[in-house]
């Protein structure tokens, strides 16, 4: 069955640095990717996803993420943390060919920005 | 913007006791959705429903629970005989489907609480 990996669950950066949070898929066929931040006590937001084409994806918020088929990974990154940047991060799939469309999440990365 | 309603937006019921969870998705979107995510754990998905009826559900999705849409407009999950154990923020989501993939819309959520 598709799985999602984030490493991390918790990434510390200061306010200025390069944000990277890690997320791999187990498929052999690489499925739909995606990023979703979720604030405290909020739904879920799309940042960024990745579906066709250009492997390097830009989302909101200075957000963006590459998808690598020979690693599996979709790794995401902003160049420069900013404090409202502080939330959970989940990286979801949704298999390819799946007629349902559901999304299988991750654990979820907690970005926590120091000033 | 269109966006997905859900209500209540908090329910706290005893163990046994049957709950509606009630989501109005996008107007014309045509695939729907609920995951749930216990406190600290990552979003899971339980049913899709398309074209009035359950397309895919998963393990956690079982007897206790139902999905209806009742009226065109309204989504609505039911939970039979609550369990401690159903305590969580559940989410409605829905896609407005089509020929190539879009992205899923979430609702801000219903947090239940089964005491």
Same mark, same amino acid.
């Given at each position: 069955a598709q799985s999602v990996t984030q490493l991390g669950s918790h990434v510390s950066v200061s306010e200025g640095a390069l944000v990277l949070l890690r997320c791999n898929y187990s498929s052999s066929v690489p499925p739909y990717l995606f990023w979703y931040v979720q604030y405290p006590n909020q739904g879920l937001q799309l940042l960024l996803k990745y579906t066709t084409g250009a492997t390097l994806v830009k989302g909101i918020n200075g957000f963006e993420a590459e998808f690598k088929k020979s690693e599996t990974s979709f790794h995401l990154t902003k160049p420069s943390a900013h404090m409202s940047d502080a939330a959970e991060y989940f990286c979801a799939v949704t298999p390819w060919m799946d007629s349902s469309y559901k999304l299988i999440f991750g654990s979820g990365t907690r970005l926590l920005v120091r000033p | 913007e269109p966006e997905v309603t859900q209500t209540p937006s908090h329910q706290v019921t005893q163990m046994g006791q049957e709950v509606i969870l009630r989501c109005v998705p996008i107007s014309n979107h045509l695939y729907f959705y609920w995951y749930r995510q216990i406190l600290g754990q990552k979003v899971e998905f339980l049913v899709s429903f398309y074209n009035n009826e359950i397309s895919e559900k998963s393990?956690?999705? %079982? %007897?206790?629970f139902s999905v209806e849409r009742p009226d065109g407009s309204n989504f609505t999950l039911k939970i039979r005989s609550t369990k401690l154990e159903d305590s969580a923020m559940y989410f409605c989501a829905s896609i407005a489907g089509g020929a190539s993939y879009n992205e899923q819309f979430f609702g801000p959520g219903t947090r239940l609480t089964v005491l």
């Open positions: - | 393990e956690i999705f %079982d %007897d206790q």
